[in-house]
Each structure stands twice: as structure tokens, then as C-alpha cells.
């Protein structure tokens, strides 16, 4: 028997992208268990407010992709070490829009991803989810 | 309804079932939650694993609108800290309320 693997939750080192432990929601932000990392889905807030931000999809992409940039540097990890993205859009005719800010944050050898439209909540025009390789 | 892989439990999509007749049990938001999320308990615990084992969560809502009474329920299923989480609002088949998936440490 393999020693049993633990989970620890993510913590940002900015406070203010702790979004739903703010709202009081009943998820963390992140978990990591031995080599993996899992994020919640990550939504457009402001790193300087910790409010949400809807301007223009491109910039909503911008801002989801930096605070994942942020939550994995967190632990430890950065974006390059993702390995599967999903990405939800509220309207599915932002989606060349999204790939077009999104390559700029995996410009070589990119995660595999699955991207398509959902209802999401608060007038989010994304929400963007990761598994990731910790260390 | 789950596979093992390695470390990790992997669980499908569930609905509100009764688990004693493996029927549908069509509710509120709330109820269904409470369903499935009981159902998930016996799953896991069956496997040899338990719910404050559930690392990553994704949550199917037919309506977002339904987002805070899922919440109520869900928060009491899960002791501190709670799994990482996703909710999205989709079209779900057969009046489907609620879907719950999960991965799971073994």
C-alpha cells in the first residue's frame, strides 16, 4: 500500500482573489494533492479591489489568465505547468476573441483545453478552471 | 458510476436517485443536492473513501438562479476546507435540476 496522499487547499497570496472564501462559498480556490494541482473556476476579478471587472471579453480572458497565473504561482506552480484547461464562456461567439488572449499566456506547447458556452452566474463573461502539475 | 484510477476516485455525473429503487427522484434544487450528495457519501464511503476526500467538484445547475440553494445545501455536506468547485448553468436532459461530479483521493 502506497503512503495515502493528502489533500491541502490553495491559498492566493493576494487576499483579495480569494473570491469564495469572501463570499463565503462553500469551495477553496485551489487544492493541490501530490503532483497535481485542481483550481476552481476562476472568474474576471480585479486583483487590486477584488471586485469583479467586466469590460470587454479580451480583457475579461486577460484578467481571468493572470489571477490563474497568480493562484498557481501561489502554489508554487505557473501556468506552464497546466495541463488541461477548461474554459466556459457566457456567450459563444466570444470565442475567437478568448483564443486570441488566451495563446498570448501559452504562447509554446499550450495545456490541452476544452472551451464551450454555459449559463455562468453574476454576468461573468468567463470562467476558466485548471489542472495543473504542482512544484 | 465511479472508476478507480491510481490515487485518485473518479465519479460520474450524478442525479437524484433513490438509492433504494435506483429510481429518479425529481425535486427542488435543494432536494436534489441533498440526494445526490447523499448518495455520493455512500458511493465514496463504499470505495473506501469519504467526502472529505473530494478534491475538485463540478456542479450543472439547470438555472444559476438556483446557485445559493444549491449552496445552503451543499455547504453542509463538506467539512473545512471544502473541495475546489466549479458552477455552471446548463441544459440539463429530462427536467434534470442538479448533476454533481467529482474526483476524489482514494
Redesign the interface.
Known amino acids: 500500500m502506497?503512503e495515502?496522499?493528502?489533500?491541502v487547499?490553495i491559498t492566493p497570496r493576494n487576499p483579495l482573489l480569494n473570491a469564495?472564501r469572501a463570499g463565503n462559498?462553500?469551495?477553496?480556490?485551489?487544492?493541490r494533492?501530490?503532483d497535481y494541482i485542481?483550481?476552481?473556476?476562476m472568474v474576471p476579478v480585479d486583483p487590486q479591489t477584488g471586485e469583479r471587472s467586466h469590460g470587454p471579453i479580451a480583457e475579461q480572458v486577460r484578467l481571468t489568465l493572470s489571477n490563474m497565473a497568480h493562484m498557481l504561482e501561489s502554489a508554487g506552480s505557473s501556468l506552464d505547468r497546466a495541463v488541461r484547461v477548461?474554459v466556459?464562456l457566457a456567450d459563444i461567439s466570444d470565442m475567437a476573441e478568448m483564443d486570441r488572449v488566451y495563446r498570448e499566456f501559452f504562447p509554446v506547447d499550450p495545456p490541452a483545453r476544452t472551451a464551450w458556452s454555459?449559463?455562468?452566474?453574476f454576468g461573468n463573461g468567463c470562467?476558466i478552471?485548471c489542472?495543473a502539475l504542482a512544484g | 458510476m465511479a472508476v478507480r484510477g491510481g490515487a485518485f476516485i473518479f465519479v460520474s455525473g450524478l442525479t437524484a436517485i433513490d438509492p433504494q429503487t435506483g429510481e429518479r427522484r425529481p425535486g427542488t434544487t435543494a432536494s436534489e443536492t441533498r440526494q445526490i450528495l447523499a448518495n455520493l457519501r455512500q458511493l465514496l464511503e463504499a470505495a473506501g473513501s469519504s467526502l472529505d476526500r473530494v478534491v475538485k467538484v463540478n456542479v450543472l445547475l439547470h438555472s444559476m438562479l438556483e446557485a445559493p440553494n444549491m449552496n445552503e445545501v451543499y455547504a453542509r455536506f463538506f467539512p473545512e476546507p471544502p473541495p475546489a468547485r466549479t458552477v455552471c448553468g446548463a441544459r440539463l436532459p429530462d427536467g434534470i435540476k442538479v448533476i454533481i461530479e467529482c474526483t476524489v483521493l482514494a
Not at chain 1, 462559498?25 to 487544492?31: N, Y
Not at chain 1, 485542481?38 to 473556476?41: D, E, K, Q, R, V
Not at chain 1, 454555459?118 to 452566474?121: A, E, H, S, T, V
Open positions: 502506497t495515502k496522499l493528502e489533500r487547499a469564495s462559498l462553500p469551495h477553496v480556490p485551489g487544492i494533492v501530490g485542481f483550481l476552481s473556476g477548461h466556459v454555459m449559463q455562468l452566474r470562467e478552471e489542472v
